[in-house]
């Protein structure tokens, strides 16, 4: 009897008590939910070049310290921005090797008008630490005359005068810390990208021609371009994919032009934005890269709103090439009406490019707040940001 | 003995029974989205979850480890439901001339579409946090911008941006006063940046009453607000101060205050002060507060230095282990060029005996700083108005000094992206708000 009496209080109990501990449960979710991504980020994923040396406080693991990424308008959080597989940290780090090495070098020669650098030719190598191979020990001076700046800082940790070619070894392997036998220690991204005017691993053409009209952020759309489609007029990358949007926006118009089905003038019963061939029997020449192309032109229609628009083949060129302005031997310089373009191609296009806007939770902007952002929400479960508490984000 | 044991029994039956049912309400509202969530946490987990079914208590409880991930959800979304009323709605009205917008999902007075034109946050109606909503007070600011333009004709600079109105011989009446306005059309004109903006006249009067839409008897509609804030070069409803000096700003005798004048961003700290100092140097605004960064970091800067204990290197005391200042103040005064008030001429000496780094900054910085202004010039009284204490503060160093970022929600500081109320921490209070938004889809 005993027993049993116990028995019943012990159960009577735990049902009392079950309400409260649904929500210690559901914490208790969102903290196993995001048990499987726990691991520190930072070890998690694969270095495939020993050069690309772990970054301390980089939240993200993408090569890219928090402080750094903060001071060059990159996300924090999001280790691969422009989801071409390749950490940010990476591409950035090559690209920026890339840029130094085109550079023009002065002296000898006559000066050069904005970006050059000197070279500090000195008698001596140094070892790669990762590799091995013998680097020579000097370096490169990088000069900004219009903006009077110069790399490397006179009070830089590693070099005060010059950006060692280890360094550019470094970041031809896709990092921009060092280790060798003299120089050790990392490069000043933010001074680096302002000093050579570059802001995005992202290697412009020459076909995108600078735009006329006023553009106040530089993403190559003009302020009234911009104000007229709606866009983000003090953003140069407002998807936050580092592609300036202007060329990403017309690489994607050239993308679906391409892919518009051709018919014949005033076919009926068609609903779906089509195009009608206007070619002619005749070239024409890209001033960029003399490329030929037909000097007759692409209607496109959008029967559904009763508009079309010419779009010269000069002008897919330079479209596939990031540009909406063009410069052709035959049709001369110009620009397209960027904003008849866009109503032309309607639905397509608002659908080609995803510009948000994400609603307060959607951590992985795929436009609802559901079980994935929730794995996501848990994995910084308690983490605190506060500069007080956690130095990596003082 | 045997009653006693059935009547237990009996009760336990229908305690059983009892919690089955709770759990099977609980699990109710839920049933919409049953498949979806199956279907997301077998992605997740490996495993396909099962729900609560009413009488198979105590399988469920067997596998209740199992269904805790449904729990998890089950309380995240009873955490928001408390929050669940319309913003939009919810905001209060103080002036009726404040006509609710449509599509407007933080109910500040500003549609979607123009905040994500103009760089505001869709879904945070008081990004500074001063308890007015944004719009509102970006119509303010517009209203005192476009006051202080000249009418068409009355420039004294052909590249002045200008306000014109064509009166015509009729009046409307706003509907909201009743007051009485000419019918005419009106707008802005900024040669400068060849765009203009036109609307009827009685926009303006419903702008000077802190809203972009207008309903007369006549016209109603909405001014397009990106390009009003284009024209007027405006973009932040933040009212400038005349202390806040531009980088280019030339002192006789002293030349440019500033020692470098680029500013990419525009926000009131030069391209070299950011890079030395880590800030963003291509987002003039980067903690989205609306306040451009300059001006914010200069308060904020002077905030701390008026919370540093004072230190009396001559009253025998041991200096303190933290930063702290050192009163110099001298017998006598200086002027503000800007608005003349007097000031002492001495200087705090500040040290951080840490970094043992220190930096002398005059009262005069002090009173440029809680203007939101790096530079500074101040003014003799004796002999009158030469040039006296000027410059511009070391920023980096100033920062390293004061240990800056110091608190959270000073300009640097990193939120997490869960961190949805911005208090540094990813915890329940944000859980409540990502609640509140469970399930909602913002997609096109």
Known sequence: MRKLRRAYQKNQRQNKRFKQRIVSAGVAAVITLGSSASISKAIGPDLPDPHQLSVKCDADADLLANKEETAIGYNVFRADQNRNGILDGVELARYCCEVVKELPVYPPGPLPDNIYKIEHALDGLEQCEVCGQWIHMGGWEIINRKLNLRYPDPNDPMERSFLPDLALHYMEHGSFDCQGSRHKGRVNIPRLLRVLEVRYPYDPNEHQLPVDGNDLDKDLLTDNEELSAGWNLY???????????????????????????????????????????????????????????????????????????????????????????????????????????????????????????????????????????????????????????????? | MRRLRRRACQRHIKDNKKLSQNIQCHSEPFAALKDKLCEESTFLTGQTLRFAQGDDFKILAKKFKRRIVSAGVAAAITLGTAATTNKALAAGLPDPHQLPVSMDSDGDFLANREEFAIGYLLFDPDQNRNLIPDGVELANRCNSVIGSLPWQGQQTDPNQTYKWHTPVFGIEFCEICGATINMGPA????????????????????????????????????????????????????????????????????????????????????????????????????????????????????????????????????????????????????????????????????????????????????????????????????????????????????????????????????YLPGDINKDCKEDLNDLADFADNWLQSTGP
């Open chain 1, 235 to 394: 953003d140069a990358d407002q998807n936050a994919n580092l592609i300036p949007d202007g060329p990403e926006r017309a690489g994607r118009c050239a993308e679906i032009i391409d892919a518009l089905p051709v018919y014949e003038p005033n076919t009926p019963g068609i609903e779906e934005p089509y195009k009608i061939n206007y070619f002619q029997k005749g070239i024409e020449t890209c001033h960029i890269c003399s490329a030929l192309v037909n000097m007759g032109y692409w209607l496109v229609v959008n029967p559904k709103l009763g508009l079309s628009i010419q779009v010269p083949d000069i002008v897919c060129h330079y479209m596939k090439h990031g540009s909406f302005s063009f410069a052709g031997d035959v049709h001369g310089k110009g620009r397209i009406d960027l904003n008849l373009l866009v109503n032309v191609l309607g639905e397509r296009y608002k659908a080609s490019i995803d510009l948000g806007p994400y609603n307060l939770g959607d951590f992985n902007e795929d436009h609802i707040v559901n079980l994935l952002d929730l794995a996501d929400f848990s994995n910084q479960w308690l983490v605190s940001t506060d500069p007080n508490e956690n130095e990596c984000y003082r």
């Open chain 2, 187 to 414: 707008g802005i004109v900024n040669p400068r940046l060849n765009l203009s903006v036109s609307f009827p006249l009685i926009a303006l009067h419903y702008i000077e009453h802190g809203s972009f839409s207008y309903n007369g008897t006549i016209h109603d509609g909405r001014v397009d607000v990106p390009s009003l804030l284009r024209v007027l070069e405006t973009r932040f409803p933040y009212e400038p101060n005349d202390h806040q000096l531009p980088l280019n700003y030339v002192v006789k005798g002293s030349g440019q205050l500033a020692p470098d004048a680029n500013d990419l961003d525009r926000d009131l700290l030069a391209d070299t002060e950011e890079l030395a100092s880590g800030f963003d140097l291509y987002d003039a605004d980067q903690d989205a507060n609306i306040v451009p960064d300059g001006i914010e970091l200069a308060k904020q800067c002077s905030s701390v230095i008026d919370q540093l204990p004072v230190y009396n290197p001559y009253g025998g005391g041991l200096p303190p282990e933290k930063p702290y200042k050192i009163n110099y103040f001298q017998h006598g005064l200086e002027l503000c060029e800007i608005c003349g008030n007097q000031v002492n001429m001495g200087y705090w000496h500040i040290v951080n005996p840490k970094l043992t780094l220190f930096i002398d900054v005059y009262d005069i910085t002090c009173h440029y700083l809680s203007h939101g202004s790096f530079s500074f010039s101040g003014l003799k009284i004796d002999p009158p108005n030469g040039p006296f204490h000027n410059g511009r503060v070391k920023i980096a160093l100033l920062l390293s000094i004061l240990e800056m970022p110091k608190r959270c929600g000073d300009l640097g500081t990193i």
